[in-house]
T-cell receptor
């Protein structure tokens, strides 16, 4: 079964600093990987997705993620944090078997300090 | 575009009561899902459907039932609510190929007292 581990339930950065949110996955087949963001009291919004076309994936709001097969990782980065980036971020892997189910990590809450 | 609409947005139930959560999507998506979100646990799949008239169990199906009588609607039922079902419930949908990611509803916050 596929699984996702997000290292760090809470991450705090200063405004303008680098954002790094870690995600490691377990999958027996080449995966589809996703990052979602959730703002308070809202649903989840797709940030970016990896579907084997390119290992470096660019998403919305200046975020990007790099797929590293050798490390089974898909870490999310942003060069310069903005106050509006404060939210919870979820990494997910797609179950390519029946139903294309997404398996989510536990989430990382990003705090941006002024 | 409405996307995925969930009703109600909030509900308080007493233990033992029943209720139905409605999810409606207007994107002609084949696949639909019900997840629950609990602090520190991410989202866990309750049930899902790959088409009208079909449903399947996810990771945490006990205490829930679902129906997909129409392609655009996916209903989640709680027959006898328990405090352990206090959670935020999200519905999502996607095209059948699966690599497009999901479109999520805004959630239903359910409290069982």
């Amino acid at each position: 079964a596929q699984s996702v581990t997000q290292l760090g339930s809470h991450v705090s950065v200063s405004e303008g600093a680098l954002v790094l949110l870690r995600c490691n996955y377990s999958s027996s087949v080449p995966p589809y990987l996703f990052w979602y963001v959730q703002y308070p009291n809202q649903g989840l919004q797709l940030l970016l997705k990896y579907t084997s076309a390119a290992t470096l994936v660019k998403g919305i709001n200046g975020f990007e993620a790099e797929f590293k097969k050798s490390e089974t990782s898909f870490h999310l980065t942003k060069p310069s944090a903005h106050m509006s980036d404060a939210a919870e971020y979820f990494c997910a892997v797609s179950d390519l078997e029946y139903g294309n189910k997404l398996v989510f990590g536990a989430g990382t809450i990003l705090r941006v300090k002024s | 575009n409405a996307g995925v609409t969930q009703t109600p947005k909030f509900r308080v139930l007493k233990t033992g009561q029943s209720m139905t959560l409605l999810c409606a999507q207007d994107m002609n998506h084949e696949y639909m899902y019900w997840y629950r979100q609990d602090p520190g646990m991410g989202l866990r799949l309750i049930h899902y459907s790959v088409g009208e008239g079909t449903t399947a169990k996810g990771e945490v199906p006990d205490g829930y039932n679902v129906s997909r009588l129409k392609k655009q609607n996916f209903l989640l039922g709680l027959e006898s609510a328990a405090p352990s079902q206090t959670s935020v419930y999200f519905c999502a949908s996607t095209r059948s190929s699966g690599n497009y990611g999901y479109t999520f509803g805004s959630g239903t916050r359910l409290t069982v007292v």
